[in-house]
Each structure stands twice: as C-alpha cells, then as structure tokens.
Nanobody
Framework: VQLQASGGGMVQAGGSLRLSCAAS????????MGWFRQAPGKEREFVVG????????DYADSVKGRFTISRDNAKNLVYLQMNSLKPEDTAVYYC??????????????????WGQGTEVTVSS
C-alpha cells in the first residue's frame, strides 16, 4: 500500500485542520489505519487509529475530544479532523497502514506502510 498525506498547514491556536490520507492498493479495506505525529526532537507518537471497518477507533489521551478520525473505504481515504488545535499539536503528521490485516494496532511497530508526512504548525 502506498500512502499520500495532505492537508497540513499553519493555523492559530483554537483553529482547525483536516488531514487526508490517500491509499493505493486493493487491500486497503482489510487494514487498520493510523495517524502518528513527530515533533522536532521527539519520538514519533501514536495519535489515533481506525479499524478496517471503521467501527473501532483508538485515540491518544492528548487528542480525545478534539480530533476525529474517519475513513471512506470506497475511496481509499482516511481523514483526520483536528479541532481546537494547540501549539503542542505542532508536528509532522504521518498516516500509516497496519502490517497485518484485520488486526488492531496502535504502536509504530505494528505499522508497515507510511506516508511522507504533512506538517502542522499551530501558533499561540
């Protein structure tokens, strides 16, 4: 699976952005998808994941209530709606595909395919 993330940009604190991740490959619908982020000087961290069906989601505590993940399996797209953004949300955001089909995943080691990243900058 090849992934292409987009939608990043600069926004003021309290603002919103919507990230998209376009996936190629016939088996997109079999895999958990995730969003991760990496701030300068920090390790890559899990933000949110969504199961292959879209029925199950996992959110990091830091984004619960502010971010919403969704997927459109007909279009091979995954979205991340980010509201009430904070300066600490500043990072490069990556979408990723779980390495195994029909499995739940929320650790970087559980993901095999990564997009190129899209940068999000939140100013105070």
């Amino acid at each position: 699976v090849q992934l292409q993330a987009s939608g990043g940009g600069m926004v003021q604190a309290g603002g919103s952005l919507r990230l998209s991740c376009a996936a190629s490959g016939r088996t997109f619908t079999q895999y958990t998808m995730g969003w991760f982020r990496q701030a300068p000087g920090k390790e890559r961290e899990f933000v949110v994941g969504i199961s292959w069906s879209g029925r199950v989601t996992d959110y990091a505590d830091s984004v619960k209530g502010r971010f919403t993940i969704s997927r459109d399996n007909a279009k091979n797209l995954v979205y991340l709606q980010m509201n009430s953004l904070k300066p600490e949300d500043t990072a490069v955001y990556y979408c990723a595909t779980a390495s195994q089909p029909y499995t739940r995943a929320n650790m970087p080691r559980d993901f095999a395919s990564w997009g190129q990243g899209t940068e999000v900058t939140v100013s105070s």
